[in-house]
C-alpha cells in the first residue's frame, strides 16, 4: 500500500507562487508515475501534471502549461509541483496520486493511490 500526503497549501495572493509537496511512504517511489490533481470548489477533479517514475517526462494539462512545474526526488520520497502567477482560478484542493502507468494521460482512473488533498485558496 502507498501513502501520499500532500504538504504546502495555503492562502496566496494573486500573481504570487507557492510549492506543493507529495510525500510517499510504505513503497520505493521509483515504480510510480506521480500526478497532480486539482478540484476547484462546485467542480469535477482535474488533472494537472503528472511525472514519470525516473522523473525523465512530464505532461500538464494545456490550462496550466507554462504556469505549473512538477519534479520529484526519490531519495526523498517526494514529488513536487511548484505553482506560479497564481491567480484566483487556481483556488481549490490539490492532490497528488500513484500510478504504475506512465504519464501519456491525465486521466483519474489511471491512478491507484491519493492523498488526502491540500487547500490551496488565491485571493486578496
Known amino acids: 500500500q502507498l501513502h501520499l500526503v500532500e504538504s504546502g497549501g495555503g492562502l496566496v495572493q494573486p500573481g504570487g507562487s507557492l510549492r506543493l509537496s507529495c510525500l510517499v511512504s510504505?513503497?520505493?517511489?521509483?515504480?510510480?508515475?506521480i500526478g497532480w490533481f486539482r478540484q476547484a470548489p462546485g467542480k469535477e477533479r482535474e488533472g494537472a501534471s503528472c511525472?514519470?517514475?525516473?522523473?525523465?517526462?512530464?505532461n500538464y494539462a494545456h490550462s496550466v502549461k507554462g504556469r505549473y512545474t512538477t519534479s520529484r526526488d526519490n531519495a526523498k520520497n517526494t514529488v513536487y509541483l511548484e505553482i506560479s502567477s497564481l491567480t484566483p482560478e487556481d483556488t481549490g484542493v490539490y492532490y497528488c496520486?500513484?500510478?504504475?502507468?506512465?504519464?501519456?494521460?491525465?486521466?483519474?482512473?489511471?491512478?491507484?493511490?491519493w492523498g488526502q488533498g491540500t487547500q490551496v485558496t488565491v485571493s486578496s
Open positions: 496520486a500513484a500510478s504504475h502507468h506512465g504519464c501519456t494521460v491525465l486521466v483519474g482512473t489511471w491512478f491507484d493511490f
Open positions: 510504505g513503497r520505493t517511489l521509483d515504480y510510480y508515475s
Open positions: 511525472i514519470s517514475s525516473n522523473g525523465n517526462s512530464t
